[in-house]
């Protein structure tokens, strides 16, 4: 099914969650195995939580393949009661120094929802970008609807570096955040058809600075949209990154595997 000696590296992924017990064979130990032996030949595994950081590390213990990355998400950031906030970060301070935590992750901004919280929002972005400082790894970004005022805290925080994962911004942030040593990850919705925006900032990215990944079992790429996603579609989204970048597929799998050996220190 994958042509040999393709190797893809999934940059971001969640096979802790519910869905994949539920709607995937094997749930998500035989997702990953399934994977794995399609071409992926390694995958980060991102938490959201204190409790799936830790599903995370115990997935990169079980699957040599696998590392892992672990924070707290700003959706789940305001779910916690205020007086558990420094425990939940002192938490993720901890798990950093496993041998298999390669990123702070997922952190960041998100506006999407109704009864947003800004202020614990920022608090918690800024203390696991301290977090990370210390623990002297790279953070994964996740920003919805809020592009300026990630640019803003990242912009103020010169010494943290990180990727934006499943970049939707335009291709001149794409530009920006390159030249200040960020790096950019792209998911499923580069090969929607009228993700033009999408499309020209996969082209824009310096070509050190490019990764893709799944973010399953959300967003799948064409032609799988409405199934359940899993690193076996990766290729799909590689194909398209590919494409705009006018280089062969096999070019983009090594090129933003390396990219994400680097990043993430292995
Ligand atoms: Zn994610």
């Given at each position: 099914m994958e042509t040999p000696g393709i190797r893809y590296f999934d940059a971001h992924a969640h096979y802790n969650d519910r869905r994949f017990e539920e709607e995937f064979e094997g749930g998500g130990r035989g997702a990953l195995l399934k994977a794995h032996a399609e071409g992926v030949e390694r995958i980060c595994n991102v938490g959201s939580s204190v409790s799936s950081s830790e599903e995370s590390i115990r997935l990169a213990e079980e699957f040599p393949f696998v590392i892992a990355a672990v924070g707290i998400h700003p959706s789940d950031a305001q779910e916690i009661p205020a007086s558990e906030c420094d425990r939940a970060l002192s938490r993720i301070e901890a798990l950093?120094?496993?041998?298999?935590?390669?990123a702070v992750g997922e952190i960041g901004f998100d506006y999407h929802w109704d009864g947003t919280d800004k202020e614990r929002q920022t608090y918690f972005f800024e203390a696991q970008m301290d977090i990370a400082l210390r623990a002297s790894l790279p953070v994964v970004i996740h920003s919805r609807d809020a592009a300026g005022d990630t640019f803003d805290l990242i912009a103020r925080h010169p010494e943290n570096t990180g990727v934006l994962h499943s970049y939707s911004g335009h291709a001149e942030g794409a530009r920006q955040y390159n030249r200040m040593g960020w790096y950019l990850s792209f998911s499923g919705?580069?090969?929607?058809?009228?993700a033009n925006k999408v499309k020209e900032s996969a082209a824009a990215a310096e070509s050190r600075m490019l990764m893709i990944e799944t973010d399953c079992p959300y967003l799948p790429p064409v032609p799988h949209r409405g199934e359940i996603n899993?690193?076996?579609?990766?290729r799909h989204t590689c194909e398209a990154v590919a494409a705009v970048r006018g280089i062969s597929p096999a070019e983009a799998a090594e090129l933003t595997f390396q990219n994400a050996e680097r990043f993430f220190g292995l």
């Open positions: 950093c120094s496993h041998e298999k935590v390669r919705p580069v090969t929607y058809k009228n899993y690193s076996g579609y990766l």
